[in-house]
């Protein structure tokens, strides 16, 4: 039997600057010409602070594919409001370094690729700071 | 901040609804998203309803919706101009006693647990109670809404770079990977005792001071706070505290007072562990 498509979380950063806006707008149109089914947030920040059980919803709703930011901030913010993303089932791609096109192809292609970082996988050496 | 259940809001295209063009989702969402929504877009026949919260579904429904039903309301969105969208949903939301969004920059610390080694700096460095324990003495942001906006000043504390704020400028603090370089970097590793009881508030207590005799022998309350203004300006640009976030300090009588209590708590909850 196939694989259920893992959900599609989307992240519109609305309270800061630090997504590029044509990054985001690209992203969110894609989603939108696609015709799939998907959830789209304005800030999951927010909702990470107001504890939102929406973010428990999708955390425990299996696989899912989210566009936002670092994935080190995401499992961070997700795990701040009670809600734990599933290691092995959630992938992040981030739309302050990753190009539109990057997010939207990797968003719609049904396969998830875990990347959360985790005590055992996270590299001592990372990218170099971008200072 | 409140912590009550927000409006959710559904861009119905099911069965019952004809469907919107590429265009429609696109103008709908970036309307709702910009007033501070989540929204679930879909095209199943079922909307679930969330155990908390309100519920407003979206749709170009082929026959009129019933207003509400079972908790859950239903609109038109055939003809509707962004602006007027805007209106409705901000109604919904007004009429669900749902929490308004936008009135606060979601700015607060975000703990990297894979990092924390918990060492309890951080709580005893902050003077404004974002940070407690948990029931097993672990480090927690309890206080979100006490943060500073756009201060970052904890996470310059930590010695395992495990302080994340996902909306600063720069990583590894934004939550870009953190490199060993980081790591050695001087400022990651600021002496906390010299945060605390030297340098800075040392030096905000002595021009307090001098401010205010100045301020008793000239009677010129303007020319004391400019010149406590500069200071702070001074100490800000030195690292990258905002200005405003100095100016808002307490008291130096009251931040003694203040990192001391925090002192006390970080202490309590290391000596438990
Ligand atoms: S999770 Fe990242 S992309 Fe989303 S609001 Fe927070 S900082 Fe912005
Ligand atoms: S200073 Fe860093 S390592 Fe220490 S308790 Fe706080 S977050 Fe954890």
Redesign the pocket.
Known sequence: MSQPLPSILYCHCQYAQVVPKEVKDAVLRRLCESGVAFEAVADLCEMSARRDPALARLASSGAVKIAACFPRAVKGLFHQSGADLPLDGAEVLNMRVQSAEEVGAALLDGVVRPNLPSKHTAPSVATPPSV | MSLAPALHVVLYEGSGAEPLSADERFGALSTLLEQGYAISRTSVSTVEKPEQGALLVLGKFRATPPATDTGVRFHNLANLAPAQLADLVETARAEADAPRHGAWKPWF?V??YD?????????S?CLFGV?GVDGEKR?QVQNNDNCKTNCPA?SR???????MFPKYKAGPINGDLVSDADLAKEKMKVDISALLGGDVYAMLRLRSEKAKSRFSKERDSDKALSERQKCLIKLAAAGDIPPEVLMSLPSPEEIVRRAAEAQAKAAAALAEQ
């Not at chain 2, 990092?115 to 709580?123: A, D, G, K, V």
């Not at chain 2, 504390?157 to 302080?163: F, N, T």
């Open positions: 610390p703990i990297d990092r924390c080694t918990n060492c309890m700096q951080c709580l460095f940070y480090i904890c504390v930590c010695p395992e770079a495990a302080i």
